[in-house]
């Protein structure tokens, strides 16, 4: 279902895709010390294993895989190795693979077939692009018969995800790989049939979606993981600096992407194609509104849509701000401010701008003003893309150097800190080379050492989250969806986040939330 793209993928210029006061101030040592015990009291457990390496089928956590699109069967293959979890079922729209797009006709074939052992492998539909419930389905009992497992019984394949919830009683967990209007609605509806739950970004593509998908997760005892957080990179240098007056008082935090590196489209479709054979438009909508099917609405052009994507922000933007969020305390906003590309075409022989609500722009810069917090005085946040970046520090021009395509500044009203886009390799700028190169911080950028999928069976075994829960994300997914609502009411908003609304433009609420069509309300899924 889901054609996504993140910093796994083998793709130019891409980089890297509380619930207390304790879990925030984890440094990652501490991290790796816990999660280390509770996989070892999860693996040395005599009744868990019934010799070397082996776990009896009755204590893998069972895992239902929604979402069978290019990047859905990308992620697939890592969980398969996984001996802790056992796929039993499969479950998507589409039956096979007709019409997919991604970063290479072979690429995602060739993983395959090694995860596979089978060089012959191909995918069951028009054999170009794989994806696809009926081939997922085939890759997940292929595997598990090479490996061959006797106690297997075999793998499930779903065209409608509520069937799959309601009949999945020994279901344990779901791994949520839908476009993302689906996110918000499928974890609330699985969370609350006592699932664990593991999703990629966003939490939800609406700000009073992404709230309760956060409030259900935090009244339930299910695990959540959001897989974010496994990509973040480290701020502690960054912090060290900030918090010794290196750069004085911090003013601004800006962070620019390479994104979009989809088509992104200015005007709606106009063409009416037929549905491809298998394909269930009316499931892949989901809670949105009946339209004409359009592949330009589908596979990894969703993102570009307000009302299937989140834009560039939430493509990418919860791997570089996580913890910047988390250590600089952010919270919610009060102004959101947006600057925006626009589209010109002609009316006849008259020019005219189109008036675009319903799609994300080519380029644009939004800044988030955040008050004071605690030790921390106010703060802008400001968030990049369509090749759009901060200007360059006088500090490089001097050494006629210039900003990278992707990127994070810390700015003082003494000094900048210039990092990558996910805070990788932090440095102090100056306006002498020999002086940056001394204060280079830690290339670390993520949690790369930590193995997520084992750390979330095991979690799912003891009942105890580990960091990157969908709570720790809150405030994150507020501001990925105030991106949108700024951007597509092209209006400065003014935030009252007590009461979860915009207090100067009453239109721009209406993009808070969305009608949801019968059958795919949250409160009644």
């Not at 911090?250 to 992104?264: A, C, F, G, S």
């Not at 207090?503 to 808070?512: F, R």
Request: a neutral charge; one cysteine or more.
């Amino acid at each position: 279902m889901k054609n996504e793209f993140n910093q796994s993928d083998s793709v130019k210029n891409i980089q890297s895709e509380k619930s207390s006061s304790q879990q925030k101030s984890m440094n990652r040592r501490k991290f790796v010390e816990l999660t280390a015990t509770a996989a070892a009291a999860f693996t040395i457990v005599p009744r868990h294993v019934l010799g070397r390496g082996y776990i009896a089928p009755s204590d893998k956590v069972t895992l239902a895989y929604i979402g069978t699109g290019t990047e859905g069967l990308r992620e697939m293959l890592p969980m398969l190795t996984v001996s802790e979890i056992q796929i039993v079922a499969v479950c998507d729209p589409n039956k096979e693979a007709r019409g997919y797009r991604d970063w290479g006709t072979d690429y995602l074939k060739g993983e395959i077939r090694k995860t596979l052992n089978d060089p012959s492998w191909q995918p069951g539909g028009d054999n170009i692009i794989p994806g696809g419930r009926d081939n997922g389905q085939q890759i997940v009992e292929k595997y598990y018969s090479n490996q061959k497992d006797t106690n297997y019984k075999g793998c499930a394949a779903y065209e409608d995800v509520r069937e799959l919830l309601d009949k999945g009683q020994d279901i344990d967990a779901v791994k949520i790989m839908t476009p993302d209007h689906l996110h918000g609605v499928l974890s609330i509806a699985a969370i609350k049939r006592g699932k664990h739950v593991l999703m990629h970004k966003p939490l939800s593509n609406r700000l009073t979606e992404g709230k309760k998908v956060v409030e259900t997760a935090r009244n339930s005892k299910v695990i959540t993981h959001f897989l974010p957080w496994d990509s973040n990179g480290s701020m502690d240098q960054v912090m060290q600096w900030i918090n010794s007056g290196a750069i004085g008082t911090l003013l601004e935090i800006h962070n620019w992407t390479n994104r979009p590196v989809w088509p992104q489209y200015a005007q709606l479709p106009t063409d009416k194609p037929p549905i491809p054979d298998g394909f269930n438009w009316d499931l892949w909508l989901g809670p949105e509104a009946q339209r004409d099917y359009s592949p330009d609405y589908t596979n990894m052009v969703f993102r570009g849509w307000y009302d299937f994507g989140g834009g560039c922000m939430a493509d990418m933007g919860h791997y570089s701000l996580w913890t910047v969020f988390n250590a600089l305390k952010l919270t919610s906003p009060t102004y959101v401010q947006p600057y925006r590309s626009h589209v010109v075409d002609f009316n006849g022989s008259v020019p005219f701008r189109i008036n675009n609500d319903f799609s994300f722009p080519y380029a644009s810069m939004v800044r988030f003003k955040y008050p004071a917090n605690g030790d921390r005085g106010p703060v802008d946040l400001c968030w990049y893309d369509g090749g759009m970046r901060p200007p360059t520090p006088v500090e490089l021009l001097s050494n006629n150097k210039n900003l990278e395509e992707e990127g994070m500044m810390f700015v003082g009203d003494k000094g900048k800190i210039l990092a990558g886009f996910n805070v990788q390799n932090p440095r102090i700028l100056s306006a002498k080379a020999d002086d940056t190169n001394k204060t280079k911080g830690s290339t670390s950028g993520g949690n790369e050492e930590l193995d997520p999928l084992k750390n979330f069976a095991a979690a799912c075994k003891s009942g105890k989250p580990f960091p990157g829960t969908f709570q720790e994300a809150e405030y994150l997914t507020e501001a990925v969806n105030l991106y949108a609502v700024a951007l597509r009411s092209n209006s400065v908003l003014q935030y009252d986040a007590a009461n979860l609304k915009i207090t100067n433009n009453d239109k721009a609420n209406k993009y808070l939330s969305r009608d949801y069509r019968s059958g795919w309300d949250p409160a009644t899924i």
